[in-house]
């Protein structure tokens, strides 16, 4: 373990509104951050942000946003909107953000429902979703295409289930190998803008892809200022649910 006081050595991670935004264990990627960190020698103090709590942007290395239903993106997307410049400037400054499914979509312009009824996003994101006829479900492994860190292994597995199809000009996540994706027909999936991390993936994300687990907790310490390497994890288990998924998948892995 490297040397240090507590409170040097402690990452913040601002979950937001963990009582509304949690579909399909999307809290389990906290799980997943804070024994990485731990096993580094790092703190991670997830700090759940309440609806009525404030929120601080300025004490956050690293924000998570999951997915939520319609109903509940709309209850997010209005307390939020109080706190819209504090999080563009904060995601302009390089701050990692990880945003799944709802929490994605938030980020964007608008989600707009098969009623035409909009639920207005946060316009951090020059992205706009609309939901179409017949949900897009099932188990996803795509190609992850970041270009900084870029591991050995390049895929992605989790699940997704969106009636939402998203749209943008950013650089995605990654590449559908199998699933759906932003929206079933350009073959991309999520997004990467900065410190931004935003994906469809469910499962929940991180148990299953522990390279993107690191890739976002190196980019929290280096937001800290802290640029040490990671040491490598035994993440036996960690591959062996990664791969068995691709099996599942008949992706080559
Ligand atoms: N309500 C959104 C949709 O169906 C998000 C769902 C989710 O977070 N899984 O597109």
């Known amino acids: 373990m490297t040397e ?38 790092w703190t991670l103090r997830a700090v759940p942000v309440k609806l009525g709590s404030p929120m601080d ?4 290395d690293m924000v ?11 209850i ?11 999080f563009a400037a904060a995601i302009e400054a390089g701050l990692p953000v990880l945003a799944v499914c709802g929490g994605y979509q938030l980020l964007g312009r608008y989600y707009e429902l098969q009623s035409g009824e909009r639920v207005a996003g946060l316009g951090l994101l020059d992205v706009a979703t609309k939901a179409d006829k017949g949900r897009l479900i099932g188990n996803i492994a795509i190609e992850w295409t ?11 597995v ?9 749209y943008h000009d950013y650089a995605p996540l990654g590449r559908v190998l199998k699933g759906h994706g932003n929206n079933g027909r350009d073959h991309q999936e999520g997004l990467q803008y900065k410190g931004v991390v935003g994906t469809y993936i469910h499962g929940p994300l991180l148990p299953k892809n522990p390279h993107l687990a690191d890739h976002l907790l190196a980019r929290a310490l280096a937001f800290k200022g802290c640029r040490e390497p ?7 288990l960690e591959w062996s649910a990664h791969h068995a998924v691709l099996e599942m998948l008949g992706v080559k892995s």
């Open 64 to 74: 998570l946003l999951g997915g939520g239903s319609d109903r509940e993106q709309q």
């Open 146 to 156: 970041s270009g900084e860190g870029a591991p050995d292994v390049r895929t992605i």
């Open 158 to 166: 989790g699940f997704e289930n969106h009636a939402g199809r998203t």
């Open 230 to 236: 990671l040491c490598a994890l035994d993440d036996a």
């Open 57 to 60: 942007f300025a004490s956050a």
């Open 4 to 41: 240090g006081t507590t409170a040097e050595r402690t990452v913040t991670l601002a979950h937001l509104f963990p009582e509304l935004l949690n579909l399909y264990a999307d809290q389990g990627n906290v799980a997943v951050l804070r024994r990485r960190a731990q096993a580094r020698g």
């Open 76 to 86: 997010v997307g209005r307390e939020l909107a109080a706190y819209r410049e504090d």
